[in-house]
Each structure stands twice: as C-alpha cells, then as structure tokens.
C-alpha cells in the first residue's frame, strides 16, 4: 500500500520548502496593521516565528525524505540486479540438471 503513495511523495517532496517560504511573507504583511495593539504585535511575532521554524523542519524533513526515496530507489536497482544473477544462475543450473539426467538415462539404456 505504501508503494503506491511513493510517486506522489516523490512528486510533492520538492515543493514542501516552497509553500512554506511563500507563505511566511502572508504573516509579515498583517504585522505592520497590528503595531497599534502590543499583544497582537505580540502574538503576530509569536506566529512568525512558529511559522520560520515550522518551514524549516518542513525543508529538512523533506531534504531527508528525498535522500530516503533516493535510498530506496537505489536498493531497488540492487535487488533487480541480484534477481537477476539468481535467474541466471538458476537457469545454468537447471540446463546442467537435464544434461546430468540426460547422460544417466543414455548410461542406464546402454547397459
């Protein structure tokens, strides 16, 4: 199931830290209207910096979600070469199989 939502987290990764930086001048503009009420001043600062330090743990999670999807992908590359060494490995052994019965069966007939 989770396989499924790996493309669309792909997709989506980059644009994380981007949103987040477009959206923190949205909380700077309604500061300078409320200078004339310290405590929503006040509270408007508070929001700002929430908001800062949520973009930036939103960048670094998605920083290190990209390096997991790129980890993955790359394990995925791995196990697909493996597979791919055990077929073949399994096909010489089954070819090597028939011929080892092949020439018992010629063995056994010829006596």
């Given amino acids: 199931m989770a396989v499924q939502f790996l493309p669309i987290i792909k997709a989506i990764a980059p644009y994380i830290a981007q949103i987040a930086a477009a959206t923190i001048p949205a909380f700077s503009s309604k500061a300078e209207a409320a200078k004339t009420d310290p ?4 509270l408007i600062e508070e929001l700002q910096t929430a908001a800062t330090q949520n973009a930036h743990s939103i960048h670094v999670l998605a920083e ?4 997991t999807i790129q980890g993955i992908e ?3 590359v791995e196990a697909k070469k493996q ?3 055990y ?3 399994l096909y010489i052994s089954l070819g090597m199989s028939f011929t080892a019965l092949l020439i018992c069966i010629y063995l056994l007939g010829s006596m």
């Fill in 87 to 89: 077929k073949v490995l």
């Fill in 83 to 85: 597979v791919i060494t």
């Fill in 64 to 67: 290190k979600m990209q390096q």
């Fill in 39 to 42: 405590a929503l001043a006040n």
């Fill in 74 to 76: 790359t394990a995925a």
